[in-house]
Protein backbone atom coordinates (compact mmCIF):
# COMPACT_ATOMS: atom_id res chain seq x y z
CA UNK A 1 0.00 0.00 0.00
CA UNK A 2 1.24 3.63 -0.92
CA UNK A 3 -1.07 5.48 1.25
CA UNK A 4 0.44 8.41 2.96
CA UNK A 5 -1.65 7.08 6.18
CA UNK A 6 -3.55 4.17 6.81
CA UNK A 7 -7.12 4.26 9.42
CA UNK A 8 -7.19 0.79 11.12
CA UNK A 9 -10.09 -0.40 12.67
CA UNK A 10 -11.23 -3.63 14.27
CA UNK A 11 -15.23 -3.65 15.13
CA UNK A 12 -15.52 -7.25 16.37
CA UNK A 13 -12.22 -7.72 18.55
CA UNK A 14 -11.97 -10.74 17.81
CA UNK A 15 -9.53 -12.67 15.90
CA UNK A 16 -10.01 -16.46 14.31
CA UNK A 17 -7.88 -18.03 10.92
CA UNK A 18 -4.75 -19.19 9.58
CA UNK A 19 -1.90 -16.78 8.52
CA UNK A 20 0.93 -17.95 6.07
CA UNK A 21 3.88 -16.11 6.93
CA UNK A 22 6.97 -15.19 4.63
CA UNK A 23 9.82 -16.71 5.27
CA UNK A 24 12.35 -16.00 7.80
CA UNK A 25 14.20 -12.47 7.01
CA UNK A 26 17.59 -13.33 8.46
CA UNK A 27 18.04 -16.96 7.87
CA UNK A 28 17.30 -15.54 4.42
CA UNK A 29 19.92 -13.34 3.87
CA UNK A 30 22.43 -15.26 5.41
CA UNK A 31 21.48 -18.06 2.55
CA UNK A 32 21.97 -15.61 0.08
CA UNK A 33 25.48 -14.91 0.95
CA UNK A 34 26.08 -18.93 1.36
CA UNK A 35 24.49 -18.97 -1.64
CA UNK A 36 26.70 -16.48 -3.50
CA UNK A 37 29.71 -18.47 -1.74
CA UNK A 38 28.96 -21.87 -2.96
CA UNK A 39 29.10 -21.03 -6.50
CA UNK A 40 25.81 -22.09 -6.54
CA UNK A 41 26.30 -25.57 -4.84
CA UNK A 42 24.25 -24.55 -2.51
CA UNK A 43 20.38 -24.04 -3.41
CA UNK A 44 18.32 -21.92 -1.22
CA UNK A 45 14.20 -22.97 -1.05
CA UNK A 46 11.23 -20.25 0.15
CA UNK A 47 13.52 -17.39 0.42
CA UNK A 48 11.74 -14.54 2.31
CA UNK A 49 9.47 -11.35 0.38
CA UNK A 50 10.89 -8.98 2.53
CA UNK A 51 12.22 -5.60 0.65
CA UNK A 52 15.85 -6.49 2.60
CA UNK A 53 16.21 -9.88 0.62
CA UNK A 54 15.08 -8.71 -2.65
CA UNK A 55 17.25 -6.25 -2.22
CA UNK A 56 20.29 -7.86 -1.18
CA UNK A 57 19.38 -10.83 -4.03
CA UNK A 58 19.76 -7.77 -6.47
CA UNK A 59 22.99 -6.48 -4.78
CA UNK A 60 24.66 -9.58 -5.52
CA UNK A 61 23.64 -10.33 -9.02
CA UNK A 62 24.70 -6.84 -9.66
CA UNK A 63 28.09 -7.19 -7.95
CA UNK A 64 28.69 -10.75 -10.05
CA UNK A 65 27.75 -10.00 -13.31
CA UNK A 66 28.22 -5.75 -13.89
CA UNK A 67 31.83 -5.69 -15.94
CA UNK A 68 32.20 -1.85 -15.45
CA UNK A 69 34.90 -0.66 -13.87
CA UNK A 70 33.63 0.90 -10.62
CA UNK A 71 30.36 -0.41 -9.13
CA UNK A 72 27.95 1.16 -7.16
CA UNK A 73 25.40 -0.79 -4.85
CA UNK A 74 22.98 1.27 -2.88
CA UNK A 75 21.15 -1.07 -0.43
CA UNK A 76 18.70 1.54 0.93
CA UNK A 77 17.63 0.85 4.34
CA UNK A 78 18.67 -2.69 4.48
CA UNK A 79 21.02 -2.85 7.31
CA UNK A 80 21.55 -6.81 7.12
CA UNK A 81 22.45 -6.20 3.36
CA UNK A 82 24.98 -3.50 4.23
CA UNK A 83 26.67 -5.71 7.22
CA UNK A 84 27.06 -8.84 4.94
CA UNK A 85 28.15 -7.06 1.42
CA UNK A 86 30.72 -4.97 3.53
CA UNK A 87 32.71 -8.61 4.27
CA UNK A 88 31.49 -10.09 0.81
CA UNK A 89 32.59 -7.55 -1.53
CA UNK A 90 36.45 -8.34 -0.39
CA UNK A 91 36.04 -11.71 -1.60
CA UNK A 92 35.55 -11.41 -5.52
CA UNK A 93 37.39 -8.92 -8.52
CA UNK A 94 35.73 -5.51 -9.05
CA UNK A 95 35.68 -1.88 -7.03
CA UNK A 96 32.73 -1.37 -5.17
CA UNK A 97 31.19 1.60 -3.16
CA UNK A 98 28.68 0.16 -0.88
CA UNK A 99 26.04 3.41 0.13
CA UNK A 100 22.23 3.10 1.26
CA UNK A 101 20.04 5.85 2.45
CA UNK A 102 20.37 8.76 4.82
CA UNK A 103 19.78 7.21 8.05
CA UNK A 104 21.96 3.66 6.68
CA UNK A 105 24.76 6.73 6.17
CA UNK A 106 24.39 7.42 9.92
CA UNK A 107 24.64 3.76 11.39
CA UNK A 108 28.13 2.64 12.55
CA UNK A 109 29.90 0.40 10.22
CA UNK A 110 33.42 1.08 12.08
CA UNK A 111 33.82 -1.84 14.10
CA UNK A 112 33.27 -4.77 11.08
CA UNK A 113 35.70 -2.40 8.37
CA UNK A 114 38.71 -2.01 11.08
CA UNK A 115 38.34 -6.37 11.41
CA UNK A 116 38.12 -6.75 7.47
CA UNK A 117 41.50 -4.66 7.37
CA UNK A 118 42.70 -6.58 9.90
CA UNK A 119 42.76 -9.48 7.59
CA UNK A 120 44.21 -7.90 5.18
CA UNK A 121 40.65 -5.89 3.47
CA UNK A 122 41.36 -2.65 1.35
CA UNK A 123 38.16 -0.42 2.70
CA UNK A 124 38.28 3.48 2.67
CA UNK A 125 35.52 5.66 3.70
CA UNK A 126 34.17 8.08 1.23
CA UNK A 127 32.58 10.50 3.26
CA UNK A 128 32.43 9.64 7.15
CA UNK A 129 35.05 7.80 9.36
CA UNK A 130 33.45 4.86 10.20
CA UNK A 131 29.99 4.99 8.51
CA UNK A 132 28.91 4.51 5.03
CA UNK A 133 29.31 4.51 2.02
CA UNK A 134 32.50 2.69 2.30
CA UNK A 135 34.99 2.07 -1.04
CA UNK A 136 36.19 -1.68 -1.31
CA UNK A 137 38.62 -3.23 -4.05
CA UNK A 138 38.02 -6.64 -4.08
CA UNK A 139 40.43 -10.04 -4.35
CA UNK A 140 41.30 -9.26 -1.01
CA UNK A 141 45.33 -11.18 -0.18
CA UNK A 142 44.58 -12.40 3.55
CA UNK A 143 47.06 -11.75 6.05
CA UNK A 144 46.23 -12.26 9.45
CA UNK A 145 43.99 -15.51 10.39
CA UNK A 146 43.24 -14.13 14.25
CA UNK A 147 41.17 -11.10 14.53
CA UNK A 148 39.04 -9.50 17.81
CA UNK A 149 36.04 -8.31 17.75
CA UNK A 150 33.33 -6.52 19.89
CA UNK A 151 30.47 -8.74 21.37
CA UNK A 152 28.06 -5.99 22.53
CA UNK A 153 27.76 -3.68 19.73
CA UNK A 154 25.58 -6.02 16.54
CA UNK A 155 25.89 -9.37 15.97
CA UNK A 156 25.36 -8.52 12.88
CA UNK A 157 29.56 -7.89 11.93
CA UNK A 158 30.31 -11.44 13.38
CA UNK A 159 28.14 -12.96 11.27
CA UNK A 160 29.37 -11.10 8.86
CA UNK A 161 32.65 -12.23 9.08
CA UNK A 162 31.79 -15.80 10.11
CA UNK A 163 30.02 -16.35 7.08
CA UNK A 164 33.26 -15.71 4.37
CA UNK A 165 35.38 -17.51 6.80
CA UNK A 166 35.31 -20.56 5.48
CA UNK A 167 36.09 -18.72 1.83
CA UNK A 168 39.68 -17.55 2.79
CA UNK A 169 42.77 -19.07 1.89
CA UNK A 170 43.30 -18.87 5.69
CA UNK A 171 40.19 -20.09 7.25
CA UNK A 172 39.20 -17.53 10.53
CA UNK A 173 39.91 -17.36 13.69
CA UNK A 174 37.46 -15.21 15.55
CA UNK A 175 38.13 -13.80 19.39
CA UNK A 176 34.89 -12.65 20.61
CA UNK A 177 35.65 -9.70 23.04
CA UNK A 178 33.46 -9.01 26.29
CA UNK A 179 29.22 -10.37 26.60
CA UNK A 180 27.69 -11.06 23.39
CA UNK A 181 24.64 -9.81 22.27
CA UNK A 182 22.09 -11.52 20.18
CA UNK A 183 23.69 -15.08 20.64
CA UNK A 184 20.89 -16.37 18.94
CA UNK A 185 21.70 -14.94 15.46
CA UNK A 186 25.01 -15.91 15.63
CA UNK A 187 24.34 -19.45 16.59
CA UNK A 188 21.99 -19.21 13.94
CA UNK A 189 24.67 -18.58 11.36
CA UNK A 190 27.06 -21.22 12.56
CA UNK A 191 24.13 -23.81 12.07
CA UNK A 192 23.47 -22.38 8.67
CA UNK A 193 26.78 -22.88 7.96
CA UNK A 194 26.84 -26.46 9.15
CA UNK A 195 24.24 -27.40 7.56
CA UNK A 196 26.05 -26.83 4.43
CA UNK A 197 29.05 -28.88 5.03
CA UNK A 198 30.81 -26.05 7.40
CA UNK A 199 32.20 -27.49 10.11
CA UNK A 200 32.95 -25.25 12.98
CA UNK A 201 34.47 -24.65 16.57
CA UNK A 202 33.19 -22.55 19.07
CA UNK A 203 34.91 -22.59 22.63
CA UNK A 204 34.53 -20.21 25.20
CA UNK A 205 34.18 -16.39 23.25
CA UNK A 206 36.38 -18.14 20.34
CA UNK A 207 35.08 -19.41 16.78
CA UNK A 208 37.41 -21.01 14.18
CA UNK A 209 36.24 -22.10 10.95
CA UNK A 210 38.90 -23.35 8.57
CA UNK A 211 39.06 -22.89 4.88
CA UNK A 212 37.15 -25.47 3.46
CA UNK A 213 34.57 -26.44 0.71
CA UNK A 214 30.39 -25.79 1.01
CA UNK A 215 28.78 -29.18 0.30
CA UNK A 216 25.54 -29.53 -2.27
CA UNK A 217 23.03 -28.79 -0.27
CA UNK A 218 19.19 -27.10 0.05
CA UNK A 219 18.62 -24.70 2.95
CA UNK A 220 14.88 -24.43 3.27
CA UNK A 221 14.36 -21.13 5.03
CA UNK A 222 11.62 -21.52 7.66
CA UNK A 223 8.73 -18.88 7.99
CA UNK A 224 9.47 -15.62 9.95
CA UNK A 225 9.31 -15.63 13.66
CA UNK A 226 9.72 -11.54 13.68
CA UNK A 227 6.76 -11.42 11.67
CA UNK A 228 4.90 -13.95 14.01
CA UNK A 229 5.28 -11.96 17.18
CA UNK A 230 3.18 -9.49 15.78
CA UNK A 231 0.05 -11.86 15.67
CA UNK A 232 1.06 -12.99 19.13
CA UNK A 233 0.61 -9.04 20.11
CA UNK A 234 -3.08 -9.43 18.45
CA UNK A 235 -3.97 -12.23 19.97
CA UNK A 236 -2.79 -10.93 23.25
CA UNK A 237 -5.06 -7.34 22.41
CA UNK A 238 -7.96 -9.24 20.99
CA UNK A 239 -10.79 -10.05 23.17
CA UNK A 240 -11.20 -13.63 21.61
CA UNK A 241 -8.31 -14.93 19.58
CA UNK A 242 -7.03 -17.78 17.78
CA UNK A 243 -4.66 -17.99 15.02
CA UNK A 244 -2.57 -20.80 13.16
CA UNK A 245 0.90 -20.25 11.39
CA UNK A 246 1.90 -23.34 9.43
CA UNK A 247 5.63 -24.32 9.31
CA UNK A 248 7.25 -22.73 12.37
CA UNK A 249 9.38 -25.26 14.05
CA UNK A 250 9.62 -26.09 17.84
CA UNK A 251 13.26 -26.01 17.77
CA UNK A 252 14.00 -23.12 15.60
CA UNK A 253 17.08 -21.45 14.88
CA UNK A 254 15.76 -17.99 14.97
CA UNK A 255 16.12 -16.67 18.64
CA UNK A 256 12.78 -14.22 17.87
CA UNK A 257 11.46 -18.11 18.91
CA UNK A 258 11.61 -16.37 22.42
CA UNK A 259 8.40 -14.89 21.58
CA UNK A 260 6.53 -17.67 22.79
CA UNK A 261 7.46 -17.97 26.21
CA UNK A 262 7.51 -13.83 26.58
CA UNK A 263 3.89 -14.15 25.53
CA UNK A 264 3.08 -16.60 28.49
CA UNK A 265 3.46 -13.77 30.88
CA UNK A 266 0.78 -11.64 28.10
CA UNK A 267 -2.19 -13.95 28.16
CA UNK A 268 -0.98 -16.21 24.96
CA UNK A 269 -0.98 -20.07 25.08
CA UNK A 270 1.20 -21.83 21.99
CA UNK A 271 0.79 -25.24 20.39
CA UNK A 272 2.35 -27.02 17.73
CA UNK A 273 0.34 -29.49 16.21
CA UNK A 274 0.78 -30.84 12.82
CA UNK A 275 -1.08 -27.81 10.78
CA UNK A 276 0.91 -25.29 12.45
CA UNK A 277 1.34 -23.18 15.44
CA UNK A 278 -1.81 -22.67 17.57
CA UNK A 279 -1.88 -19.36 19.43
CA UNK A 280 -4.75 -19.02 21.34
CA UNK A 281 -5.82 -16.37 24.02
CA UNK A 282 -5.57 -17.25 27.58
CA UNK A 283 -6.19 -15.47 31.20
CA UNK A 284 -3.40 -13.05 32.44
CA UNK A 285 -2.32 -14.46 35.52
CA UNK A 286 1.89 -13.83 35.39
CA UNK A 287 3.57 -12.23 38.27
CA UNK A 288 6.58 -11.64 36.18
CA UNK A 289 8.11 -8.18 35.76
CA UNK A 290 11.49 -8.36 34.32
CA UNK A 291 11.82 -8.98 30.80
CA UNK A 292 15.61 -9.17 28.91
CA UNK A 293 15.55 -8.28 25.74
CA UNK A 294 19.26 -8.63 25.24
CA UNK A 295 18.97 -12.33 22.79
CA UNK A 296 15.80 -11.30 20.89
CA UNK A 297 16.37 -7.21 20.93
CA UNK A 298 13.55 -7.00 17.31
CA UNK A 299 10.54 -8.10 19.85
CA UNK A 300 11.36 -5.15 22.20
CA UNK A 301 8.70 -2.60 20.58
CA UNK A 302 6.04 -5.36 20.30
CA UNK A 303 6.01 -6.57 23.58
CA UNK A 304 6.03 -2.95 25.23
CA UNK A 305 3.52 -1.95 23.06
CA UNK A 306 1.51 -5.20 24.18
CA UNK A 307 2.44 -4.26 28.01
CA UNK A 308 1.38 -0.64 27.61
CA UNK A 309 -2.46 -1.47 26.19
CA UNK A 310 -2.61 -4.12 28.60
CA UNK A 311 -1.67 -1.76 31.45
CA UNK A 312 0.97 -4.16 32.61
CA UNK A 313 3.83 -2.16 34.87
CA UNK A 314 6.64 -3.98 33.92
CA UNK A 315 10.45 -3.22 33.13
CA UNK A 316 12.72 -4.09 30.15
CA UNK A 317 16.79 -4.68 30.05
CA UNK A 318 18.92 -5.42 26.87
CA UNK A 319 17.54 -2.76 24.69
CA UNK A 320 20.88 -1.14 24.19
CA UNK A 321 21.27 -2.17 20.28
CA UNK A 322 18.06 -0.49 19.73
CA UNK A 323 19.50 2.82 19.05
CA UNK A 324 21.72 1.98 16.14
CA UNK A 325 18.45 0.31 14.37
CA UNK A 326 16.31 1.71 11.72
CA UNK A 327 15.87 4.92 14.04
CA UNK A 328 16.55 5.16 17.49
CA UNK A 329 13.88 2.74 18.71
CA UNK A 330 13.93 3.65 22.60
CA UNK A 331 13.07 7.37 21.81
CA UNK A 332 10.55 6.49 19.09
CA UNK A 333 8.69 3.85 21.61
CA UNK A 334 8.59 6.43 24.51
CA UNK A 335 7.05 9.55 22.09
CA UNK A 336 4.42 6.87 20.50
CA UNK A 337 3.13 5.11 23.45
CA UNK A 338 3.04 8.44 25.38
CA UNK A 339 0.34 9.19 22.75
CA UNK A 340 -2.45 7.37 24.78
CA UNK A 341 -0.47 7.73 28.51
CA UNK A 342 2.15 5.39 28.94
CA UNK A 343 5.52 6.09 29.82
CA UNK A 344 8.83 4.41 29.16
CA UNK A 345 11.39 5.40 31.89
CA UNK A 346 15.29 4.69 31.69
CA UNK A 347 16.63 3.65 35.21
CA UNK A 348 20.63 3.66 33.99
CA UNK A 349 20.37 0.39 31.35
CA UNK A 350 16.83 -0.46 32.61
CA UNK A 351 13.31 1.01 31.38
CA UNK A 352 10.41 0.97 33.49
CA UNK A 353 6.89 0.85 32.18
CA UNK A 354 4.42 3.24 33.68
CA UNK A 355 1.10 2.84 32.81
CA UNK A 356 -1.32 4.67 34.97
CA UNK A 357 -2.26 6.75 32.99
CA UNK A 358 -3.01 5.04 29.83
CA UNK A 359 -6.63 5.59 28.22
CA UNK A 360 -8.53 6.03 24.85
CA UNK A 361 -6.97 8.72 22.86
CA UNK A 362 -10.11 7.84 20.07
CA UNK A 363 -7.69 8.91 17.22
CA UNK A 364 -4.16 7.95 17.74
CA UNK A 365 -1.78 8.67 15.11
CA UNK A 366 1.41 6.56 15.40
CA UNK A 367 4.72 7.81 13.50
CA UNK A 368 6.34 5.01 11.85
CA UNK A 369 10.07 6.66 11.59
CA UNK A 370 11.00 4.78 8.58
CA UNK A 371 10.69 1.84 10.59
CA UNK A 372 9.03 -1.04 9.58
CA UNK A 373 8.80 -2.86 13.56
CA UNK A 374 7.56 0.39 14.86
CA UNK A 375 4.33 0.56 12.27
CA UNK A 376 3.88 -3.51 13.04
CA UNK A 377 4.12 -3.11 16.81
CA UNK A 378 1.48 -0.35 16.70
CA UNK A 379 -0.97 -1.63 14.56
CA UNK A 380 -2.40 -4.11 16.66
CA UNK A 381 -3.56 -1.22 19.10
CA UNK A 382 -6.73 -1.12 16.63
CA UNK A 383 -7.91 -4.10 18.89
CA UNK A 384 -7.62 -1.58 22.18
CA UNK A 385 -8.76 2.01 20.76
CA UNK A 386 -11.40 3.19 19.01
CA UNK A 387 -8.84 4.16 15.85
CA UNK A 388 -5.50 3.85 14.95
CA UNK A 389 -3.72 5.71 12.20
CA UNK A 390 -0.46 4.33 10.72
CA UNK A 391 1.69 7.00 8.68
CA UNK A 392 4.23 5.94 6.29
CA UNK A 393 2.54 2.55 6.11
CA UNK A 394 4.68 1.09 3.15
CA UNK A 395 7.55 0.70 5.62
CA UNK A 396 6.37 -2.91 6.11
CA UNK A 397 7.64 -3.58 3.01
CA UNK A 398 11.26 -3.97 4.41
CA UNK A 399 10.46 -7.64 6.30
CA UNK A 400 6.59 -8.32 6.01
CA UNK A 401 4.94 -6.64 2.86
CA UNK A 402 1.41 -9.13 3.08
CA UNK A 403 1.19 -7.49 6.79
CA UNK A 404 -1.96 -5.16 5.70
CA UNK A 405 -3.40 -7.84 3.30
CA UNK A 406 -2.82 -10.07 6.14
CA UNK A 407 -4.42 -8.15 8.72
CA UNK A 408 -7.55 -7.20 6.55
CA UNK A 409 -8.21 -10.99 6.25
CA UNK A 410 -8.53 -11.16 9.94
CA UNK A 411 -11.42 -8.65 10.23
CA UNK A 412 -9.12 -5.39 10.45
CA UNK A 413 -11.18 -2.58 8.74
CA UNK A 414 -8.37 -0.74 6.88
CA UNK A 415 -8.67 2.13 4.98
CA UNK A 416 -6.56 5.27 3.44
CA UNK A 417 -6.95 8.55 4.93
Not at 41 to 64: F, G, I, P, Y
Not at 155 to 167: C, E, G, M, N
Request: net charge negative; charged share 20%; glycine share 6%.
Amino acid sequence: MSAKSLILTHPSQEIKGTVQLTGSKSESNRALIIQALSKGTVKVENLSEAADTVTLKAALEKAQNTSTDLKTIDIGPAGTAMRFLTSYLNLIKGNFVLTGTERMQQRPIGILVDALKDLGADIHYENKSGYPPIKIEGGMIQGKDKISIQGNISSQYISSLLLIASSLKKGLTLDIQGELTSRPYVTMTLEMLKECGIAYNFKQNSIHIAKQPFQESVIYVEPDWSAASYWYSIVALSKNGHIVLPGLKQHSLQGDMEIVEIMTHFGVESSFESDGLHLKKVGLNSEKTLFDFKECPDLAQTVVVVASALKKDVSFTGLETLKIKETDRILALQTEIAKFGAELVADGETYHLKTENVSDPRNLTISTYEDHRMAMAFAPLALVFQQVIIEEPEVVEKSYPMFWDHLQQQGFSISEK
